[in-house]
Structures are given as C-alpha cells and as structure tokens.
C-alpha cells in the first residue's frame, strides 16, 4: 500500500464511515472516526440566531483537535484510515452561514489548516440524491434531529462542486449507489484494488453488479 493515510468523504448517508472501518480492518490500520457530538446542533436546526457560526465552529475546533493529536502521536507513521476529510469544514460552513459570519470563521480556519497534514488518498463516494433521502430517513428515526431535504440536496451540490475543484491529493471518485458497502467481501476487494493501483490526479470509478 503506497498510501499511508486515506480519507473517506461524501455527503451523510452514503455510508463513509462503516465503510473506512472495513478498510481500516482490512489493511490492519488506524481507525479515525469523526467525533460528531455538537452542543449546539439543537440550536442549528431549531434556526436561532448565531448558533450556526456556533455549532461550525465547535466542529472546527474538535476536528482540528483530533487531526493535531494524530500528529503529535505520529499515527501517520502507520496506515491511517479516516472518514472525514479536515477540508470538508468548508463545504458547511459556506453553505451555513452568512457573509460575516463566514469572513470570522475563514480567518480561524486559515490559521488552523496549517496544522493538519492532508491525507495521500481522498475517496469521494457519491450516490443519487434519492437514495440519500431515503436512508437517511430510515436513520434520523433514532436520531433527536432530522436533516432537511432541500439542505441535503444542496449539501450534495455542494460536495459535488468542491471535488469536481479538488486537486490537493490524489482522488478516487466512488459511485456508490449500487454497492453494498457494508457486507460483500467482492465489494471490498475491488475498491482495494482501485485503492492500490491509484497514481496521481483523479480516477472514478463505477463498480460493475453483479446479479
């Protein structure tokens, strides 16, 4: 394995972190699981005012946190599996907040950025926005918060945009809408494969079906 830190990405509900466990199990690597409790979430989806510089900053902050630990600890001496990638901060914070709000927030994040050390590989799944819909639907019903549809499929939007921008490592773009990521051990080779044979630049991939 050539790359010795990988970060999994997309937008919620396309399953990034049950599938960077298996490929963490797989290649016998750290595991790096994004920490996801926020007290100010209830805030942000109640709509008041301020809380979402609030709840974006405080995920900043814990994902800063927990990259700048990796470092220090020199986890990244081993293979590092993570499922989240520190610039994806961005995509919610443009999305989330308003033009001040975003001018206090770019300044912090600039000064944090220089701290975290980017990944060798970035995987980018993707799947219809539908299907998205549909599992997140049947998750937010043991959750005290559901995501609104129009926010997703403009969250959705705007992952697209950020990768179809992004060049500062290497990219392996996943379509992920007719794969069971979670049990098929085939699954799993194949993306490894894609995984090990990658190089530089962008590569996508469309993982054949099988019946």
Do not use: W
Not at 1 to 19: H, Q, Y
Not at 107 to 129: E, I, T
């Amino acid at each position: 394995m050539d790359f010795r830190s990988i970060a999994f990405e997309g937008p919620p509900g396309v399953g990034k972190t049950a599938l960077a466990e298996r490929v963490a199990a797989r290649l016998d690597a750290t595991t790096v699981l994004e920490e996801t409790e926020n007290p100010f979430l209830g805030d942000f989806y109640a709509d008041r005012p301020g809380a979402g510089l609030q709840a974006q900053l405080f995920f900043l902050l814990a994902r800063h946190r927990q990259q700048v630990a990796l470092r220090q600890a020199d986890l990244f001496s081993q293979i590092t599996v993570c499922d989240y990638l520190f610039e994806k901060d961005r995509i919610y914070a443009f999305l989330n907040l308003d033009d001040n709000e975003l001018f206090i927030y770019q300044r912090l994040y600039d000064l944090l950025a220089r701290d975290v050390a980017a990944p060798d590989l970035v995987v980018y799944l993707q799947a219809p926005a539908d299907l998205l819909l549909k599992r997140l639907r049947a998750r937010d019903e043991h959750q005290p918060y559901r995501l609104n549809p129009d926010y997703v499929r403009k969250l959705i939007e705007a992952y697209q945009h950020f990768f179809f921008h992004y060049s500062a490592t290497p990219l392996l773009v996943v379509e992920t809408s007719q794969l069971d990521l979670g049990g098929s051990d085939e699954v799993l080779d194949d993306l490894l494969r894609q995984i090990r044979g990658m190089g530089r630049g962008t590569r996508y991939y469309v993982p054949r079906t099988r019946d």
